[in-house]
């Protein structure tokens, strides 16, 4: 077996091991609630919890340029690209509770452009890690900003945070609305107002 096998073989391990030691805890969240892990409807429910939070966490295995997987072209295309209505799930990280929504991205090329399904990856990636939506936001704008130089970057995020329905003040209809805007998003009113309105669909 060749070195690349090895390490293959040694990150399946490795993976194997983190979702036994994942399952066995959930195992005991299980028991400390006071339900019987022998019950029909719970004797699998400790792996697959963790093959869930396992899903829902994955963005710690990815990094940017394996996202992009070298989709950056270029274009002499220097008008507003937008991508909006981009689903996302991720966990917030105060309570490990689901919050979701869509994101809104745009940006002012200067001369390169991304291959349009890399924003809902990159947007994932951040997703997929206990966050906070101010930070998500602000961690996609500045990952098209380092790939791709552009004169500016818009972002903006609208969702809902179960930590905020089902538990603490419950409000069920409440949503939460961030943004990041750099270069000339940030610097320039009318940038700002076209890419807004855009999103909006004025």
């Known amino acids: 077996m060749n070195t690349e096998q090895d390490s293959e073989a040694d990150h399946k391990h490795e993976l194997q091991d983190k979702t036994a030691s994942l399952e066995s805890l959930y195992g005991q969240i299980i028991e400390h609630l006071g339900e019987d892990l022998s019950r029909e409807g719970l004797v699998k429910t400790p792996l697959r919890a963790a093959k869930a939070l396992e899903f829902l966490t994955s963005g710690y295995n990815q990094e940017l340029n394996t996202v992009l997987n070298e989709a950056i072209f270029d274009e002499d295309f220097d008008e507003m690209v937008i991508v909006k209505d981009i689903e996302f799930y991720s966990l917030c990280e105060h309570h490990i509770l689901p919050f979701w929504g869509k994101c809104h991205v745009g940006y002012l090329p200067r001369k390169q452009v991304i291959g349009i399904s890399k924003i809902p990856r990159i947007v994932d990636m951040f997703a997929r890690r206990l966050q906070v939506q101010e930070r998500l936001t ?62 909006q669909g004025v």
Request: glycine share 6%; aromatic share 4%; proline share 2%.
């Open 138 to 199: 602000r961690e996609i704008a500045e990952a098209l900003e380092t790939v791709l130089n552009p004169t500016g970057v818009g972002v903006v995020m609208e969702a809902q945070h179960m930590c905020m329905m089902a538990r603490g003040v419950e409000k069920q209809t409440s949503k939460m609305t961030t943004n990041a805007m750099l270069g000339t998003f940030r610097e320039d009113s009318s940038t700002r107002s076209e890419f807004l309105r855009c999103i």
